[in-house]
């Protein structure tokens, strides 16, 4: 059983830029959720993809994006880059069939300059 | 609104010695709670669900509806429990979506 696999593990951006973040989900698991975490702060919910739509979302501006593709991993999108948005990403799979928990990456840490 | 409280950002107990991590939250209708642990260098795991009604690696929880919390408890702590624990809450329909307490760090000394 493969894991939830996140990429790259580390970047560094400039405010302004954009960035993508990748994430692999676990086999057999449909459901992908997306949580950003501040340093010294819990996860906090930024959306959820399942069946390759948006399925619920956090309090997070429109700049914050996703995809989920046909074999269940995904990418999130963060546009204009703000200081604040340096933090740690993670992605969790799940599979809403069998109402299993989540299950987490490593994360990718991103820090913006 | 949801929201996860955990008052204690630091928990230090020796081994062998009982330990209680403290969780409160808030919310309207009928949550689904988590305990998740994060151990030095590894992800983010889950440790119990009080749907489960079940005890893993000797820590418990009960939700207590009268009084908001889910208080996660070990008898005899020992020093593999050493970690970052946070409760989290799914409301309702809300699939996979969790609110995060800000987490405990629970420290065993020998």
């Known amino acids: 059983e493969t894991g939830v696999t996140q990429s790259p593990t580390h970047l560094i951006k400039t405010r302004g830029q954009q960035v993508t973040l990748r994430c692999s989900s676990q086999?057999?698991?449909?459901?992908v959720s997306w949580y950003q975490q501040a340093l010294g702060q819990g996860p906090q919910f930024i959306f959820q993809?399942?069946?390759?739509?948006?399925?619920g979302r956090g309090n997070f501006p429109p700049r914050f994006s996703g995809l989920q593709f046909p074999n269940y991993s995904s990418e999130l999108n963060v546009n204009a880059l703000e200081l604040d948005d340096s933090a740690l990403y993670l992605c969790?799979?799940?599979?809403?069939?069998?109402?299993?928990?989540?299950?987490f990456g490593n994360g990718t840490r991103l820090t913006v300059t | 609104a949801q929201r996860v409280t955990q008052p204690e950002k630091l928990l230090s107990v020796f081994k062998g010695a009982p330990v209680e991590l403290k969780c409160n939250y808030s919310y309207s209708g009928s949550p689904e709670l988590f305990w998740y642990v994060q151990y030095s260098r590894q992800r983010l795991q889950l440790l119990l669900r009080?749907?489960s009604r079940e005890s893993i690696k000797g820590f418990t929880a009960d939700l207590n509806k009268g009084e908001t919390s889910f208080h996660l408890k070990k008898p005899f702590a020992q020093e593999e429990d050493s970690a970052m624990y946070y409760c989290a809450l799914s409301g309702g329909t809300s699939y996979g979506k969790l609110t995060f307490g800000q987490g405990t760090i629970l420290t065993v000394h020998p």
């Open positions: 993809y399942y069946r390759e739509e948006e399925n």
């Open positions: 086999s057999g698991h449909n459901t």
């Open positions: 969790a799979s799940s599979d809403r069939g069998s109402n299993s928990p989540l299950h």
């Open positions: 009080h749907i």
